[in-house]
């Protein structure tokens, strides 16, 4: 059984541009979370989609956004970089409901703006 | 709100030494807890979980119970290898009646052990 795939692993980005990081969840789970971790603030929970709705957010700013596909694949976007954007990127996926049982998280997305 | 917070380190330890790394949290109702564990250069995975005051959680070797009486989650095993080394967090997420909140992360405690 497929993990959860993150894509790509490593990005290098210019402060001022945008960036879309994709994830894949374990087929059959319905709910996709993305988290951002940094040496600074840890993991910090930056929304999830359900059913290509977005269900829950963090408190981020309108730069960072996602969506969800019909196949229950999401991709995230950060519009206008920041070099405090450069973190690690995870995705994370559920079973459809609830996560109490759990999630599986991907390997993340590294990112690094200069 | 809602959070967690696990002791701070790094802990070192020595081969076959035991390990107890702590975890307390404040939340409303009755969340689900969990400990996840990421090696370096990869995402988290989940180490054990408990999903109700009292549950033990366990998988390879690692032990935790939940403890609602205290608001703890401590996790323990009663020895380590070298391979155990990495980054362990302590998380919790809320239950809203078959909905969910997101998962709640403490700060992590970053775990060396040596031969």
């Known amino acids: 059984k497929a993990g959860v795939t993150q894509t790509p692993r490593y990005l290098i980005k210019t402060r001022g541009q945008q960036v879309t990081l994709s994830c894949s969840p374990i087929?059959?789970?319905?709910?996709v979370s993305w988290y951002q971790q940094t040496p600074g603030q840890g993991l910090q929970f930056l929304f999830e989609?359900?059913?290509?709705?977005?269900?829950n957010k963090g408190n981020f700013p309108g730069r960072f956004s996602g969506r969800q596909f019909s196949n229950s694949r999401s991709e995230m976007n950060v519009s206008t970089l920041e070099l405090g954007d450069s973190a690690l990127y995870l995705c994370?996926?559920?079973?459809?409901?609830?996560?109490?049982?759990?999630?599986?998280f991907g390997s993340g997305t590294r990112l690094t703006v200069v | 709100g809602d959070s967690v917070t696990q002791m701070e380190g790094p802990v070192t330890l020595s081969e076959e030494a035991f390990l107890t790394i702590n975890c307390t949290y404040t939340a409303t109702g009755y969340p689900s807890l969990f400990w996840y564990v990421q090696y370096p250069g990869e995402g988290l995975q989940l180490l054990l979980k408990?999903?109700?005051?009292?549950d033990k959680g366990s998988n390879k070797g690692f032990e935790a119970t939940y403890r609602k009486e205290t608001t703890s989650f401590h996790l323990e095993k009663g020895s380590v290898q070298v391979s155990d080394s990495a980054v362990y967090f302590c998380a919790l997420i809320q239950n809203y009646g078959g909905s969910q909140g997101n998962l709640i992360f403490g700060k992590g405690t970053k775990l060396s052990v040596k031969p």
């Open positions: 408990a999903t109700k005051a009292d």
């Open positions: 087929s059959g789970h319905r709910s």
């Open positions: 989609y359900f059913s290509e709705t977005q269900r």
């Open positions: 994370a996926s559920s079973l459809a409901g609830t996560g109490v049982f759990g999630y599986t």
